[in-house]
């Protein structure tokens, strides 16, 4: 007789504001994010039951911070338990509470390095809250229930964040506003699904994994003491090579490539957060010319809010694949690892 396990979700909370907490309930911006447990936290949402629905919430405190603090340190040790679960057979799917500011990138980095056969059979859902939980009005708890629906749903696989009701893949999300509720977008590519009275109505395909990815293997990526160091320069008006300058210091004053200048690791990779199509003004691209020559990988990505950058015969930089700069930064850190 086939053994029958009792359902898990597993809840692992990194603090954010949705755990945050204001002396006042009014106040909505004066608070301190990642004051709540992650068990005080699922107390506090009224509900829960009835969409948990007899499975078991296994709650796990991974870290308690403000996510403008995320720390490699940490990514590792999340990207380390969400494995861990995903590879349970009883575990149905993970929920991260996640601050905003940076949740894009944990997501992002979560999609990347985590097993694609993982990620293809069972849902990693980040969720977080633009209010604190001390609020009048919070936003915190419908999101929690709204992503463990996600959790729950046959079917559901990949990376996803889930906040207001929609939920948008790693790859695609974005924080766009400093303050509505209805924080993020998925730009052009749009939502996965929305989730209408704990019910998930999917309008395109859960994302897949990138089934390429040579990636570092989590065990490794978790043992590592330093990652590449990869800096994002942003073009703008009257821009100059001067930033650009100042990060090749070390390696110009060595004489040697980004390779051989270690142990003291200077840049090894730069992101353009350029203008338009991943445009740089010509004095930094002479830096930058400068830097790939020592050894630095550039890749050339855009401060548009939406569109990609596209490839140019023109331009003798990379670009990021259609990744936002803080994304394709994750990326070419991978990517650099892996050589
Ligand atoms: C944070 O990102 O941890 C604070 C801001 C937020 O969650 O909205």
Redesign the pocket.
Known sequence: MAEIFAQKVVVLAT????A?SAASASDNIGYS??QMGVRQLLDSVPGLDQVVAGRTLVAEQVAQ????DMSFAIWQQLALRVSHHLGQADVTGIVIT??????EETAYFLHAVLPAQQLAAKPVVLT???RPASSAAPDGPQNLRDAVAVATTAGACGVVAVVAGKVHAAVDVQKVDTYRLDAFSSGDAGVVAYVEEGIVRLVRNWPLAPVDKAHVAIEKLAQLSHWPRVEIVMNYAGASGALVEALLAPLAVAGLSGEQARPAPPVRGLVVDGTGNGTIHQDMEAALRRAQALGVKVVRSTRCATGRVLASERSEFAHSNGLSPVKARIALMLELMQA
């Open positions: 603090g954010g504001t949705i945050g994010a990642a911070i403000d996510s403008k996640h601050g905003t500011d940076t949740l977080c809250a633009m």
